[in-house]
């Protein structure tokens, strides 16, 4: 064959595979900057709001703390929204989302959608202004810790586990025995003291007397109605509501570009879980298995 002859001409099935490849990275890349930054290149002076999206159980926080941060640098963000879609989840998590959503020095209102309870009630109030659906779950303030009990179990198996520990209660909590009534009391500070904790927030976040807080904080949840009779939303609403309650607050009067994040990225065995609503045990201790949650 001359060698003058080209290469699509020599092998028309691989170049038109390749043409095929640099297509959809071309396509890919183009649909990564506009997820990322939706609008950038078509009113790049307009106003600009961020949205952060909570959602499913709170076990992680590094990509919504992250995209907070990111947003707060950004000075053509002049607000956020936060969309919060969750029943709660991790203690520690649920706080760190908090913090960083109540420590943004730009107006930030939260859209509460089918649920916001629990830690995703900790989470909201860590804005200036929370909005929720009159059907919306919401409250749910309160702590529990599930301590699981295998011994019968391994009993019929016959299993039997033998520790040896450093101290008292570094066993405590083990799912091969019953809890001690020392044991009992141990677990209960821990979730009092947490429970304190999110009292707190609430109060301090929502401007409310703690003992008031306490009367509305044994694990009751509220409609988004009786949220709004006591004090734990400001306006009933959905997500429209509440972009247009942040867009009063920045002074904004015309049409703005929503930033929108993190990416919810989602194994296949995640989303498979999540289609089924089951739960990955994430939050286990590796020592006991005693589980402590919002």
């Known amino acids: 064959m001359p060698s003058s002859v080209k290469f699509s001409q020599r092998h028309p099935f691989l170049f038109g595979l390749f043409l095929l490849f640099a297509a959809v990275v071309l396509f890919m ?65 649920s706080q760190e989302i908090h913090s960083a959503v109540a420590q943004v020095d730009k107006p930030v209102v939260v859209s509460m959608g089918q649920v916001a309870a629990s830690g995703g009630y900790y989470v909201a109030c860590g804005a200036d202004r929370i909005v929720a659906n009159p059907g919306t779950i919401t409250g749910s303030i309160g702590v529990k810790a599930n301590v699981p009990n295998v011994r019968e179990l391994m009993k019929s198996l016959g299993i039997r586990q033998q520790t040896i520990v450093s101290g008292e209660f570094k066993d405590a909590g083990s799912p091969t025995r019953p809890l001690t009534d020392k044991e009992r009391r141990y677990f209960q500070n821990l979730v009092d003291n947490l429970f304190g904790q999110f009292v707190d927030a609430v109060a301090e976040g929502r401007k409310m007397e703690p003992e008031k807080v306490r009367k509305l904080a044994d694990g009751r ?74």
């Open 29 to 93: 890349g183009a649909m990564a900057v506009f997820r990322i930054w939706p609008g950038a290149g078509l009113f790049p002076g307009g106003p600009k709001l961020g949205l952060v999206r909570v959602q499913g159980t709170i076990e992680s926080p590094r990509a919504v703390v992250d995209w907070v941060h990111k947003l707060q640098r950004d000075s053509r963000v002049k607000g956020i929204l936060v969309r919060i879609n969750s029943p709660g989840g991790l203690v520690a998590p």
């Open 221 to 294: 949840a509220f409609t988004g109605v009786q949220a709004k009779e006591k004090g734990l939303v400001d306006a009933l609403g959905g997500r429209s509501r509440a972009k247009s309650v942040l867009k009063e607050m920045c002074g904004i009067s015309q049409a703005v570009t929503l930033v929108e994040g993190p990416e919810r990225k989602r194994s296949l065995l995640r989303a498979l879980l999540d289609w089924f609503g089951l739960e990955l045990g994430n939050g286990v201790s590796r020592d006991s298995g005693w589980i402590v949650r919002y």
